[in-house]
């Protein structure tokens, strides 16, 4: 079954409350975008963070292995973000999962990958594989996000009042509280779009598959600059580089300042969530944030700023006086 909605969090709000176990909790990543835990609070439904670590930046899978076998049963689902859209090879975790609780949800979220309509690659053991195309995703439509549901996972389209400035409030506050690390109440407000999507599957996928080959030609142009111009050990691995193109320096908010001060941008997704939507500290998801910055590869960056960029990455590096260490962050 495919799940179409107007965003991704809008398919997930209609599996959570579809499904059983509402008082379980689902166990998330710690740097998870700040909507995944909007989404749960939304649905009234708990959730645990898991620390990242490993060649994929991806959930612990021995924290998640180790919190699954110690309360069977108790765990409704696990969300497995695919850290920048980097996609390893998570069936393993899926597999032994499962066999620790068998009716677990799995959902693998691929919402910074490359999207899928066809669902080609669908990882053994998920039963949901979700993708976005809506604002700064890998391929940015404006709306949109589906999901492949395996057969026999309830799903129900729910509805709910709707309002733009709860959004943009909500947006706004939770932004606030995660640059502070402080918690952070709400969720519930109207600020999630429940109505289906204005064009039919049939004409949004068509327009996806028409989109991708354009999309994919800009990013490899683009990161061949930046392969090209950059210093090896400051660029995440080739796998990682899809959705944008992420580098780990020392001081990164003064490579963002010095990138806008040039009329430029750059982003730093993901930080840690704990403190803000979980009590702890999480150091492998905080390890990757104090040293990552994302570089635009996509529509709203050229080839000429791509240069551009690489070369203020340069001079920030030439003027700390040291690259990035070798190696994976966590």
């Not at 579809?18 to 708990?46: E, I, M, Q, S």
């Not at 999630?192 to 030609?217: C, K, M, N, Q, T």
Request: contains cysteine.
């Amino acid at each position: 079954m495919i799940a179409f909605e107007a965003r991704a969090c809008s398919v997930l709000y209609n599996l959570l409350l579809a499904g059983d176990g509402a008082g379980r909790p689902f166990l998330l990543p710690a740097n998870v975008c700040p909507v995944v835990p909007l989404t749960f609070r939304k649905a009234g439904r708990p959730f645990e963070l898991v620390d990242v670590s490993g060649p994929d930046l991806a959930m612990d899978e021995a924290r998640c292995l180790e919190r699954i076998g110690r309360d069977r049963g108790g765990i409704a689902g696990l969300l497995f973000v695919r850290t920048y859209g980097a996609v390893g090879d998570a069936a393993p975790l899926f597999r032994a999962a499962k066999e620790l609780a068998p009716d677990l949800l799995v959902i693998d979220d691929r919402c910074l990958c490359r999207p899928d309509p066809d669902c080609g690659g669908r990882t053994p053991g998920a039963d949901v594989t979700l993708w976005s195309t809506g604002y700064a995703k890998h391929v940015d439509v404006g709306f949109g996000g589906f999901a492949h549901l395996s057969p026999g996972v309830p799903y129900r389209q729910q509805a709910g009042a709707y309002s733009a400035p709860a959004l943009e409030e909500i947006e706004r506050r939770v932004k606030k509280a995660v640059a502070r690390g402080v918690p952070f109440d709400g969720g519930g407000e109207d600020w999630l779009e429940l109505a289906p999507p204005e064009v039919s599957w049939p004409a949004y996928r068509s327009g996806l598959l028409a989109a991708l080959p354009e999309i994919d030609e800009h990013k490899r142009r683009l990161n061949a600059i930046y392969t090209e111009l950059l210093p090896v050990e400051v660029c995440l691995p080739e796998r990682f580089q899809e959705w944008r193109f992420n580098v780990l320096v020392p001081e990164p908010d003064e490579l963002v300042a010095r990138l806008f001060a040039a009329g430029l941008f750059a982003s730093r997704h993901y930080a840690s969530l704990g403190g803000v939507f979980s009590p702890g500290s999480f150091p492998g998801a905080e390890a990757l944030h104090r040293r990552v910055v994302n570089l635009f590869n996509d529509r709203s960056f050229d080839e000429e700023r791509a240069r551009l960029a690489a070369g203020l990455v340069l001079e920030h590096l030439e003027e700390k006086g040291k690259g990035s260490p070798g190696g994976l962050p966590v």
